[in-house]
Each structure stands twice: as structure tokens, then as C-alpha cells.
């Protein structure tokens, strides 16, 4: 029962929504004060994020194929908009990083079970929020 497809995919959904919210936060914070640290910073929360969503979502009850569906998906979500910051920086980079986080947030959008306009206004309002959350904390 827990390894059917629709609970696999709810986990991916939830796993790379917390890593793209995650990256976010990450990005709008260290790429504003510390661009070169984005990388090692990525990489490590979306190692993280592998290990413990993944963990998480098998301790409670999922199998392990939604578990690491989970973690993978976290751990990818947060990885993947990073990775501009390896080959360039300042602007293009959070341009770039921010057409990623724009595709994997459609991606998460696309595969929520709540389906048309809502699931996408709600999925990139959540990501709206965070940025400025963490954008916010991070001036002061």
C-alpha cells in the first residue's frame, strides 16, 4: 500500500517542495552575503535534506521506495537551482537560479493532487514567502 505510485508521488511533492523552500532561503540569504559559500552550502543541506526527509518519511510509516522518493526529491530541489553559482555569480547567477527554482516549483506544481491555478498560486506564494522571509533576516 505505501509504495503505490500516488504515494510516491505525493512524497516526491513533498520532499522537493522543503528542498526548493530550503534553496530559497538559502540563496536569498548567502547569495546575497556570501555567494562562494551557496555551493558547499547546497550541497550539504541537500544532503541533508537526502538523509533526513528520507529517514524521516520511512520512520513514519511510508515504505522505502516513497521515503526515498521523498529525500531524493529534497535533496535535488535544493541541489539543482545552486548549481549557477559554480560557473558564474552576482546577477546571472540568481537569474539563473531563479529560472530553476522556477521549473522545479512548476515541476512540484504540475504533480500536486490539487490540481489548476490553486496548486500553482500556492506553491510559488509559499516560495514568494520564504525569500522574503529569509531575504529579510537577512538585512537585519
Excluded at 91 to 102: E, G, Q
Excluded at 106 to 120: D, F, H, T, Y
Aim: hydrophobic share 55%; with cysteine.
Amino acid at each position: 500500500m505505501a509504495d503505490q505510485p500516488e504515494t510516491i508521488k505525493r512524497q516526491a511533492v513533498f520532499g522537493g517542495a522543503d528542498g526548493t523552500v530550503l534553496i530559497v532561503g538559502l540563496i536569498a540569504t548567502l547569495g546575497l552575503h556570501h555567494p562562494g559559500a551557496v555551493i558547499p552550502a547546497a550541497l550539504g543541506a541537500g544532503l541533508a535534506e537526502l538523509c533526513g526527509m528520507s529517514s524521516g518519511a520511512w520512520l513514519s510509516g511510508t515504505g522505502i521506495r516513497p521515503a526515498l522518493a521523498n529525500g531524493g526529491a529534497a535533496c535535488g530541489a535544493c541541489i539543482l537551482p545552486a548549481l549557477p553559482y559554480a560557473v558564474t555569480s552576482g546577477a546571472p547567477a540568481v537569474l539563473a537560479s531563479a529560472v530553476l527554482v522556477v521549473i522545479v516549483a512548476g515541476v512540484i506544481s504540475w504533480l500536486r493532487p490539487e490540481k489548476g491555478v490553486l496548486a500553482w498560486v500556492q506553491t510559488f506564494a509559499v516560495l514568494a514567502i520564504a525569500a522574503a522571509v529569509c531575504l529579510g533576516a537577512s538585512l537585519l
